[in-house]
């Protein structure tokens, strides 16, 4: 087949190694991509925000299928417009994309489909937010509707706090008040085709900066799968997917065919386990990030078949993908400074000997090639994948492929030592350096 995969980041990598891992030749291209996508795919000067420029390219170049990554190209319509095109693609249109784009909309097919997830309210002004917060206490839960970058989310104890974010949004757009949500989370991904729905296998990330789930919130720093502890309670991994499939997936989904606004393409169910069930803390329309990046390698069946038949309308005679018992866990090297200013540019070195860390793939998220070879251009840099047969020995090799073995770390150089004694400066490194 020949494959197009739109997007730049560690999850379209991770698309493209799992679409390379069939052993069937496709031919897979990439736009825009970044320096690891384009060790496994050609990449193409494209933007793939631009549904003209998309289709044309789709069209010129016979792509018998498209993939979109990230959630951009989907509120553009890039989909759209590959559809009336007759250009099979695994994306939902712009009103389907809404589940995600629009947090009031979502609550709405949830309401109307019976789906249990937080009560919200909507508030337009400062005082009907300071009202909704009174009414559904703390901790505070804050949110503005729309796509916002993973950044347009509080969730503090602090009410001032509440307020003051609430602020930025008033004035675009209404903000909601969500009533919060206690337990552990699950990202749970399924395919859709407009009509059915088949489940991938459950995966948790890890959202806050620092070791020990602490500091700031950020796009995802890690995530592992399969998540036997969480899913005992529900009598092991298959119940609980049966049990999301039934009471949330299928109805949601039904739901929008009804409204006309058929969902083809990656559901992302993003839910809590609550002591009162199973909740919806929010959907997303395309493949999670980094979740991806440790469902898609357990992944037995051929990707690409089943993503043609949801593409295609044919989910229903796809059977459900089976999952390796293996674990897969992923941490994410990212810049200095991240999230709030990291530092772009620097070269990355020990690249090839991480990946040679046995069980150890690395997805590439921001990376691109200058003169010193390749160097990192965002913050969330590179993907450190491990798979182990237990998470014991999948942690192991994450831990060596992403350089972190305390017991040999590097020691500091005297000089930075001296200087950081005498509180002149932070060490300073001339690299992002990845070392087995
Ligand atoms: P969202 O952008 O909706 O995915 O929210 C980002 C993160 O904020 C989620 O992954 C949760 O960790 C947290 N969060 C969002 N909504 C709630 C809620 N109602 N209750 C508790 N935590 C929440
Ligand atoms: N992992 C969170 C997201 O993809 O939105």
Not at 96 to 115: C, H, P, T, W, Y
Not at 411 to 422: K, S, V
Request: with cysteine; charged share 20%; net charge negative.
């Amino acid at each position: 087949m020949r494959i197009l995969v739109l997007g730049s980041g560690a999850r379209e990598h991770a698309i493209i190694l799992a679409l390379r891992a069939e052993g069937t030749a496709h031919e897979i291209f990439a736009a825009p991509g970044n320096a690891g996508i384009a060790q496994d795919a050609v990449v193409v000067a494209l933007d793939p925000n631009d549904p003209g420029a998309v289709t044309g390219y789709a069209n010129d170049a016979r792509i018998d299928l498209v993939v979109i990554g990230p959630e951009a190209p989907l509120v553009a319509g890039v989909a759209d417009a590959l559809r009336e095109r007759g250009i099979p693609v695994f994306g939902p249109g712009r009103a389907a994309a809404q589940l995600e784009g629009s947090k009031a909309f979502a609550k709405r097919i949830m309401d109307a489909a019976g789906v249990p997830t937080g009560r919200a309210v909507r508030a337009h002004t400062a005082d009907e937010i300071g009202v909704a917060l009174d009414e559904l206490g703390a901790p505070y839960v804050v949110k503005a509707d729309g796509l916002a970058a993973g950044k347009g989310v509080i969730v503090t104890s602090d009410r001032d706090a509440a307020l003051a974010h609430a602020a930025q949004y008033l004035g675009s757009a209404p903000v909601l008040v969500e009533e919060f949500l206690s337990g552990p989370e699950v990202s749970l991904f399924f395919l859709a085709d407009g009509d059915h729905v088949l489940p991938l296998s459950p995966a948790q990330d890890y959202k806050r900066l620092r070791d020990g789930d602490e500091g700031p919130n950020t796009g995802g720093m890690g995530a592992y799968s399969p998540l036997p502890w969480p899913l005992e309670h529900f009598g092991g991994e298959d119940a609980f997917v049966d049990l999301v499939t039934r009471t949330i997936a299928e109805p949601v989904i039904r739901q929008l065919d009804a409204e006309g606004t058929p969902f083809i393409g990656l559901l992302y169910a993003g839910l809590v386990l609550t002591d009162g069930g199973v909740k919806v803390i929010e959907f997303n329309a395309r493949f999670g990030d980094p979740e991806t990046q440790v469902v898609l390698p357990r992944l037995v069946d051929p990707l690409s078949e089943a993503l043609l038949a949801a593409a295609s309308g044919h989910l229903e005679d796809c059977p459900r993908p089976a999952f390796a018992d293996a674990t897969a866990v992923s941490v994410v090297l990212a810049s200095e400074g991240y999230p709030a200013d990291p530092i772009t540019g620097r070269a990355l070195r020990g690249l090839d000997a991480a990946a040679a860390v046995d069980g150890v793939h690395l997805a590439h998220a921001a990376t691109g090639r200058s003169d010193e070879g390749i160097v990192a251009t965002g913050g969330r840099v590179l993907n450190v994948v491990a798979l182990g047969t237990t998470f014991a020995e999948s942690t192991q090799a994450r831990i060596r492929g992403a350089g972190e073995d305390r017991t040999r770390r590097r020691p500091i150089p005297h000089r930075h030592r001296r200087a950081r004694r005498r509180g002149l400066t932070r060490p300073r490194q001339d690299s992002t350096s990845v070392r087995p």
